[in-house]
């Protein structure tokens, strides 16, 4: 380890095991869900602190606060008791082993973004990737977008790897945004040859301030079947009935809204009529995560190869009538 990244994180002793994808011949899965960027109605920050509560985890690394951090920018509640400072709320940046609902392990970064060094922080972070040989790994965005509440939520898929974009609405023109250490990372993570994708949520712009279970859901959804992992998602399905209430309840109060949401309805309906003419095979969000027409000739395949190895029937049983 070099010295510069030796100062940018400390390493658990003992580190957890993450051998459990030594059966499978690949290495596990990395969600990159740090809080500050690109976070409308809270997806990704609240992705990441769902994961933690429900599911068992331990600290693999944890990142020097100093070396990254800008306490003025994002300055940590502090208590003081009694004319004492007695607490810090304390910053945690850094990267955990969970396991899920089916005990198979995955790794996420999460915490604040960082404010500095982002170029030593990629690094650091792609030293580590190596270091426990992580398969793929996956950056959560979400954005504010002229969409509706009422119709699912859409979200785009960009990487260099099929695996992992699969059939996912894909974003078909080139865009230039603001940067972050997240994009830095996957930037970094694609120029070393490891799979990378980004998943960005696309969040009502009238709900970006508030809190929007529904984007943090499509989020894991979509981590979920693209990595083959099992989460608990329940607690999120009863905050979004909550919320889905509440918004019809606002709406049903203001003839201005209710225009506006149904415009936003019908552009919606016409650009995700053009994508699906454009990408037939493409998932179009709602629809069920059906097999591609390859996918079938896969199994089939190996339906008669396994129907040859038997013999076409079980001979025990021998002739019917």
Known sequence: M??????MYELEYPAPSITDYSAEGTGP???????????????????ANHLKAALHSRQLASFNNDELI??????????I?????TDIEPTELGIKVLRDNAGKSFLLLSGPEPDMRWEAFSKAVVSLVEKFDIENTIMLYAAPMPVPHTRPTVVTAHGNSSELIGRMVKVDSTIIVPGSAALFLEKALDDKGRNVAGYTVQVPHYLASSSYPQASYQLLSSIANAAGLNFPLGSLEADIERTNTQLSEQVMDSD?????????EQQYDEYMQRYRSAHPQAIMPGDEALPSADELGEEFQAFLAEFDKDGGENKEDGPRD
């Open 256 to 264: 201005e809204i209710t225009g506006v949401v149904h415009q936003l």
């Open 70 to 79: 800008d306490y003025r920018s994002r300055r940590p509640a502090v208590t």
């Open 29 to 47: 899965t990395m969600i990159v869900a740090m809080n500050g960027y690109a976070d409308a109605g809270m997806a990704v920050e609240a992705s």
């Open 2 to 7: 070099h010295e510069e990244e030796r100062s």
């Open 81 to 85: 008791s009694n004319d004492r400072t």
